[in-house]
T-cell receptor, first 112, second 112 residues
Framework: SQTIHQWPATLVQPVGSPLSLECTVEGTSNPNLYWYRQAAGRGLQLLFYSVGIGQISSEVPQNLSASRPQDRQFILSSKKLLLSDSGFYLC???????????FGQGTRLTVV | AQSVSQHNHHVILSEAASLELGCNYSYGGTVNLFWYVQYPGQHLQLLLKYFSGDPLVKGIKGFEAEFIKSKFSFNLRKPSVQWSDTAEYFCAVNAGNNDMRFGAGTRLTVKP
């Protein structure tokens, strides 16, 4: 069966520090991968999605970037965190012929 | 890109009351539609989905949703809610381009 791992679960980082959140999927090949940010009352905002290695689509201009160095690995990064980057970040995957998305447990990021 | 609107931000019901949560999307082509639920402290999970066929779809825990193409709507319903249905509910649309969009979410509180 397929599983999705996202870490860390919580993270406290100072303003100006770099960020790297990692997400990996097991049990499937060539998944579509997504990064979302969840904010209270604002639902799930799609940040990035990827349909293959090295292919990243960005939905909103922001202080974040994403990379997909391997088929089942998706990384969310920032060179310098801002206070406004605080939030709950979710990784998700969907597969060919299976268009629903499956979510990781999320990372609570607090920038101080 | 498609967008999703959920009109109710917070709904408060008593047990045994009927529930209907609104969801409208903006996209003129073929869409796949979903409702996800997030119980307190848990990750997002799929409640039901519509790909094609019968526009009335049934999901887990007695939930159902009706796809009305002419209204671009996919409202979620349950005839009689329980206290355990207290959660946040998200409508989502995938237009087949690997771009899964979510609404802002509706928080449901069921009073015992």
């Amino acid at each position: 069966s397929q599983t999705i791992h996202q870490w860390p679960a919580t993270l406290v980082q100072p303003v100006g520090s770099p960020l790297s959140l990692e997400c990996t999927v097991e049990g499937t090949s060539n998944p579509n991968l997504y990064w979302y940010r969840q904010a209270a009352g604002r639902g799930l905002q799609l940040l990035f999605y990827s349909v293959g290695i090295g292919q990243i689509s960005s939905e909103v201009p922001q202080n974040l970037s994403a990379s997909r160095p391997q088929d089942r690995q998706f990384i969310l990064s920032s060179k310098k965190l801002l206070l406004s980057d605080s939030g709950f970040y979710l990784c998700a995957w969907s597969g060919i012929g299976v268009t629903e998305a499956f979510f990781g447990q999320g990372t609570r990021l607090t920038v101080v | 890109a498609q967008s999703v609107s959920q009109h109710n931000h917070h709904v408060i019901l008593s047990e045994a009351a009927s529930l209907e949560l609104g969801c409208n999307y903006s996209y003129g082509g073929t869409v796949n539609l979903f409702w996800y639920v997030q119980y307190p402290g848990q990750h997002l999970q799929l409640l039901l989905k519509y790909f094609s066929g019968d526009p009335l779809v049934k999901g887990i825990k007695g939930f159902e949703a009706e796809f009305i193409k002419s209204k671009f709507s996919f409202n979620l319903r349950k005839p009689s809610v329980q206290w355990s249905d207290t959660a946040e509910y998200f409508c989502a649309v995938n237009a087949g381009n690997n771009d899964m969009r979510f609404g802002a979410g509706t928080r449901l509180t069921v009073k015992p």
